[in-house]
C-alpha cells in the first residue's frame, strides 16, 4: 500500500506563489510517475504536471512556464512550485502515484486547498 500526504495549500492573491509539497510513505516501488491533478467545483479533475521516476517532466499547456514539478527520490517527494496565480487556478490539487508493476496501481492524497483571491 502507497500514502501520499499533501501540504502548502492555501490563498494566495494574484500574481503571488505558493509551494506544494506531498510525501509518500508505503511499497512505492522504485518505478513510477508522481504528479499533481486538481479539480474546481463543477468542473472535471485535470492534470497539472507529472514527473517520472526518471525526472522526466508533462505539464497541462494552462501551467506551462509558470509551475514547476520537482521530486526528491531519497525523500520520496514531489513539490509543485506555483509562480505568477491566476483565479483561475483555484482548486482542490491531488497528489498522484502510479507505480509500475503487475498489475499497476494508482493513489490519490486526500487533496490541500488552492484558493487565488484578492
Known amino acids: 500500500q502507497v500514502q501520499l500526504v499533501e501540504s502548502g495549500g492555501g490563498l494566495v492573491q494574484p500574481g503571488g506563489s505558493l509551494r506544494l509539497s506531498c510525501a509518500a510513505s508505503?511499497?512505492?516501488?522504485?518505478?513510477?510517475?508522481m504528479g499533481w491533478y486538481r479539480q474546481a467545483p463543477g468542473k472535471q479533475r485535470e492534470l497539472v504536471a507529472t514527473i517520472t521516476s526518471g525526472y522526466i517532466t508533462n505539464y497541462a499547456d494552462s501551467v506551462k512556464g509558470r509551475f514547476t514539478i520537482s521530486r526528491d527520490n531519497a525523500k520520496n517527494m514531489v513539490s509543485l512550485q506555483m509562480n505568477s496565480l491566476k483565479p483561475e487556478d483555484t482548486a482542490v490539487y491531488y497528489c498522484?502515484?502510479?507505480?509500475?508493476?503487475?498489475?499497476?496501481?494508482?493513489?490519490w492524497g486526500q487533496g490541500t486547498q488552492v484558493t487565488v483571491s484578492s
Open positions: 498522484n502515484l502510479v507505480r509500475r508493476g503487475m498489475p499497476t496501481m494508482t493513489y
Open positions: 508505503g511499497r512505492i516501488f522504485s518505478i513510477n510517475t
